[in-house]
Each structure stands twice: as C-alpha cells, then as structure tokens.
C-alpha cells in the first residue's frame, strides 16, 4: 500500500508563503507523476499542480504564484505557494498516479491512484 504524507499546512497572512511537502511512494517514486489538489468547505476538490515525468502543469488560478518540484532522491514532492490569498484557503492533498490523464486543457488532473490524508492551509484576510 502506497502512503503519501503532506506537511507544511499552517495560518498565513494574505500575500504571505507556505511550502507544502509531500513524501512519495518510495523506491519507485520516479514512476509516479505527483500532484497537489485541494478542497476548500463546501467545495469539491479542486486540481492545483502536477509533475510529470518531463512537464508539469498548473490550474489557472495558481500559475505565476505556486511551484510544484519534486526530488527524486528523496522521494519528495513540494508545492511553493507564494502571494497568497483568502480563496486559496483549503485542504491541500498530495496524489500519485502511474497512469493519470490529461483533461481538456492538457493538464495531468485524472487518474491518481494514492492520495494522502490532506494539510489545512488557512489565509486570512
């Protein structure tokens, strides 16, 4: 069974950072095409970033102030997030998939196959 971990949720001013970590599915990470999502209340989840194997690809509402990068040495996966705003505020989960699928805009947003239990990022106004 794959586990993924997240840390570095927290409480952050608007126009404020945080850097979410995500350790991956071990030894055979670099398989895997890892991505971040999130859920805000009364929401349903939302796809925020992901890198593949040679690209990675972002939802509108976060590119030009997030950055998903991945070391696969260490079997990491991060999301930068900077400038941060009230409506960014979510949990943020962690998926690996072996296989995911593009949607209409290219995007790697299908197909996660290991998800995991999520990070609390709150912005306040």
């Known amino acids: 069974q794959v586990q993924l971990v997240e840390s570095g949720g927290g409480l952050v001013q608007a126009g404020g950072s945080l850097r979410l970590s995500c350790a991956g599915p071990g030894r055979t990470f670099s398989r895997y095409a890892m991505a971040w999502f999130r859920q805000a209340p009364g929401k349903e989840r939302e796809f925020v970033a992901a890198s593949s194997w040679s690209d990675v690809y972002y939802a509108d509402s976060v590119k030009g102030r997030f950055a998903i990068s991945r070391d696969n040495g260490k079997n990491m996966v991060y999301l930068q997030m900077n400038s941060l705003k009230p409506d960014d505020t979510a949990v943020y989960y962690c998926?690996?998939?072996?296989?995911?699928?593009?949607?209409?805009?290219?995007?790697?947003?299908?197909?996660?196959?290991?998800w995991g239990q999520g990070t609390q990022v709150t912005v306040s106004s």
């Open positions: 998926a690996a998939g072996l296989a995911p699928r593009t949607d209409v805009s290219g995007r790697l947003s299908y197909g996660y196959d290991y």
